[in-house]
């Protein structure tokens, strides 16, 4: 499953994600144009996303392998060097550097490890579970499958009806012609508007 933005408009303006300093205790306020900023490279919220379980301190490196994963729709074992080597530069000299400076991870470049700061939680709060394209298909199936039997049961009906009426059969021949069509049609607008507020 992969993040992507949602600004949460009911947040304040300028939530409190701190930059911490070697003692922990400076903040540095982040307006909602940074934190959009943080969040606008995907790069960065795939960073996010792989941390967002992990409490412990991570290799830089595999970070990097399943960020290289997730861009390429592949698994870390199946990818090549030239996916890793791209996104490891990428991260190395920009997406993480740019993270710690705004105090939503601590990267200790020369170690090549990363560690999440609570901080970090406040940006989730800006980015909204998505789901994947066969996840978005199915779930899209799965609401459209009710209305698609109410549609047919009307169809059927109307067709059983006309029929009946064609071929004399009682009781559609008590009708008119009009009144039968009014009545197949106001099954179809019922059914549609009931999709439409449903």
């Given at each position: 499953?992969?993040?992507?933005?949602?600004?949460?408009?009911?947040?304040?303006?300028?939530?409190?994600?701190?930059?911490?300093?070697?003692?922990?205790?400076?903040?540095?306020?982040?307006?909602?144009?940074?934190?959009?900023?943080?969040?606008?490279?995907?790069?960065?919220?795939?960073?996010?996303?792989?941390?967002?379980?992990?409490?412990?301190?991570?290799?830089?490196?595999?970070?990097?392998?399943?960020?290289?994963?997730w861009?390429?729709?592949?698994?870390?074992?199946?990818?090549?060097?030239?996916?890793?080597?791209?996104?490891?530069?990428?991260?190395?000299?920009?997406?993480?550097?740019?993270?710690?400076?705004?105090?939503?991870?601590?990267?200790?470049?020369?170690?090549?490890?990363?560690?999440?700061f609570a901080?970090?939680?406040?940006?989730?709060?800006?980015?909204?579970?998505t789901?994947?394209?066969?996840?978005?298909?199915?779930?899209?199936?799965?609401?459209?499958?009710?209305?698609?039997?109410?549609?047919?049961g009307?169809?059927?009906?109307?067709?059983?009806?006309?029929?009946?009426?064609?071929?004399?059969?009682?009781?559609?021949?008590?009708?008119?012609?009009?009144?039968?069509?009014?009545?197949?049609?106001?099954?179809?607008?019922?059914?549609?508007?009931?999709?439409?507020?449903?």
């Amino acid at each position: 499953m992969l993040l992507s933005i949602h600004i949460n408009r009911s947040m304040s303006a300028t939530p409190k994600v701190g930059k911490q300093s070697q003692t922990g205790t400076d903040t540095v306020k982040l307006s909602e144009d940074q934190i959009y900023h943080l969040l606008q490279n995907e790069r960065r919220r795939y960073i996010l996303q792989y941390l967002h379980n992990v409490n412990d301190q991570v290799a830089m490196r595999d970070i990097a392998e399943q960020v290289a994963a997730w861009e390429n729709d592949t698994t870390v074992q199946a990818l090549d060097s030239k996916e890793r080597q791209r996104v490891y530069i990428s991260l190395y000299q920009s997406h993480l550097p740019k993270l710690d400076e705004k105090g939503v991870i601590k990267y200790d470049q020369s170690r090549g490890t990363v560690r999440k700061f609570a901080r970090a939680e406040t940006l989730y709060n800006y980015l909204e579970p998505t789901r994947s394209n066969d996840d978005k298909e199915d779930k899209t199936k799965d609401d459209a499958t009710p209305w698609k039997r109410y549609y047919l049961g009307a169809s059927g009906i109307g067709a059983t009806a006309l029929t009946g009426m064609m071929l004399g059969v009682v009781p559609f021949t008590f009708m008119s012609q009009g009144v039968l069509c009014f009545l197949i049609l106001g099954m179809f607008w019922t059914v549609t508007i009931g999709q439409q507020f449903a």
